[in-house]
Each structure stands twice: as C-alpha cells, then as structure tokens.
C-alpha cells in the first residue's frame, strides 16, 4: 500500500476539531432524519386509526414521506456540507501533511474555512469544480476500471461485476483528493489545477486502484461494524414506539450508521487517499497522451480548459498554461 495507516490516525487526532465539527453535523442530520422519520410515522398511524382498522400500513407510509422530506433538505445542503466540512477538513490535513502548525479548538475550523475561501471563493464555485470532477471521474473509471482488464480470463464475468462495485465505492473520495491537490498547490485558478490533477490520477490509475480497493473494505467493514454494534440499541428504542417498528427500524439503523460513517470513518478512506495520491504523483507532470484519454472518455473534461479561461477572464489574469510541472511524465 502507498498509505500509513498509522500516520492517517495521527492525521485524524490532530485534527480533532473538525473531527468533533463533522461529527456534530451529521448527528443532527441523523437525528433529524430519526425525529422526521418517528413524526410522519405517529401522524400516519393516527390518520390509520381513523381512516381503517389496520394502521400499520399508514404509519409505515408516514415514516417513508418523513423520511423523503429529510432526504430532499439533505440533498440541497450538500453545497455547503461540502464548502464548509469536507473541504476545511481537506485544508487542514493538507497544512499538516506539509508540516505547517495549526491553531487548537475553534480556531482550527475558522482558519481551514479562510483557505478554502481564498481557493475556490463561493461555495458554488467549490461545488461545481467537485460536481464537474466526479463527472470525468465517472467516465474514466468506466472506460479504464475494468477488472477484465487486470484478470483476462473469460467466463469471470460475475466476479467482475462485483469486483468493478467494490472499486466504485473504493473512489468515493477521489473528488476530495482532487481538491485536495488544489489547495496543496495553491492554484489561483481551481479549474486549472484540478484539469491536471485529473490527468495525473489517469496517468497513475493503476496505483490508485490497488490501494483504493484495500481501503473499500476496510472503510465498509468498518461501517458494517458499527451498523450491528447499533442495530441493538434501536431495536431497544424502537421497541417503545410500535408504530415505527419492522422495517423502519432498519432504515434508522442504517442511517445512524451513514452519520457516524460520515464524521468518522469516511475522513480515514480520504486522508489515506490522499497520501497516495501526493506519493504517487510526487516528481511527476501531466502526460499530454493521458490528457487525450481523458479527452475521449469524458466530454466534459474539456470544459476545465474553457472555465478555466473564463475564470482568468474574470479575475483580470492572463491566461496560463497548465499547472507547473513536478517533474516527469508518468509511462
């Protein structure tokens, strides 16, 4: 592997506050997405009692609609999520990663949140570079992340299929280390450097699935892990009110689960990728050839180039060629 695990959980216990931040977001998200969930399923069982003699099915309706409702808010606080969690957490380890100290407590959270400002500006403009680069990484993953590719053996098609599953959910974090690569350059124009930074990671994407695929099942085993270690627990809870019990009380297990995986698991998958990624890439400069690969496999990589001239445009800079080589091309 091209990560140290040992030297990620450093990583992570320096970093503390933004660990106890995220945790302290997801949770009330949790919990919200729980009390909604509990509230549409009590109103639903209620309309039941009046409406027919069996509830049951009203009550379970009403926790889904709560459930919906959560689920819809969460997706348009996404752009801030990212703006103000992911990407200030990102800042910091890069400072640390680089040796640079940083301020305790609430101070650590404020100063990561100036970085990401003087990067990327607004939130929608951080928002759209990660919507943009999970968009190309999509595509190129398709087209190169085959295992047929790696294991040409024919009649393994099944295994294949779950083995390509296991990578996708292994480069769930790619977008963040690409940001990541932003702020550790210190790239005036976002759109700019994360253009190379994708070319990199293509040139080096069979590095990148080897460790990857390592860390998707340590990240899932994880959540898994803490998924029974609460199922218990909810049970107990769930036990109390009757009418959010059977399969609600999976569905809040799971989402318990996706809180904690998100404030505490999931900065673990992304620091050790991101380790690799500066290891990897380390002495290198982006390839034309792969540039032209992931021309092909993706139309939308050539709108890096044109926002990044608009941006210059925008900002009254001259326009710049690629970001300044590290070295040499990968093979």
Do not use: C
Not at 53 to 67: C, N, Q, V
Not at 187 to 207: C, E, F, H, V
Not at 220 to 230: N, Y
């Amino acid at each position: 592997m091209d990560f140290k695990i040992g030297e990620v959980m450093g990583l992570m216990a320096k970093t503390m506050p933004f660990l106890v931040f995220r945790f302290l977001i997801y949770f009330a998200i949790t919990l919200t997405y729980i009390l909604m969930t509990g509230v549409g399923a009590g109103v639903g069982y209620g309309i039941g009692r009046i409406a027919t003699e069996d509830p049951a099915g009203f009550s379970m309706w009403g926790g889904i609609i709560g459930f919906g409702i959560v689920s819809a808010v969460a997706y348009f606080l996404r752009e801030y999520l990212l703006y103000m969690v992911k990407a200030g957490h990102i800042a910091v380890l890069v400072e640390l990663m680089e040796g640079k100290e940083l301020p305790q407590g609430r101070g650590q959270i404020d100063h990561a949140q100036k970085i990401v400002r003087e990067r990327f500006a607004e939130s929608s403009v951080l928002f759209g570079v990660d919507q943009l680069i999970k968009a190309v990484l999509k595509a190129f993953n398709r087209v190169f992340f085959t295992i047929t590719a790696f294991i040409p053996i024919p009649g393994v098609q099944g295994i294949a299929k779950f083995i390509n599953t296991v990578i996708n959910l292994s480069l769930t974090y790619l977008d963040e280390v690409i940001l990541a690569y932003n702020i550790k350059t210190g790239s005036d124009n976002p759109w700019r450097s994360s253009r190379t930074a994708l070319i990199l990671y293509a040139q080096n994407y069979k590095a990148f699935l080897k460790n990857a695929f390592f860390l998707a099942f340590v990240i899932w085993g994880l959540t898994f892990l803490v998924f029974l270690l609460i199922l218990g627990p909810v049970l107990a809870i769930v036990s109390f009110i009757p009418a959010i019990a059977g399969p609600l009380t999976l569905i809040i297990a799971v989402v318990m689960a996706w809180g904690i995986k998100q404030a505490v698991i999931e900065p673990i998958g992304m620091t050790a990728l991101m380790q690799v990624f500066f290891k990897v890439t380390e002495g290198q400069q982006a390839n034309p050839e792969w540039e032209g690969k992931l021309d092909s496999a993706s139309k939308k990589f050539s709108k890096f180039k044109d926002n990044a001239l608009d941006w210059d445009r925008e900002k009254g800079t001259s326009p710049q060629a690629d970001e300044p080589a590290q070295g040499n091309a990968a093979a």
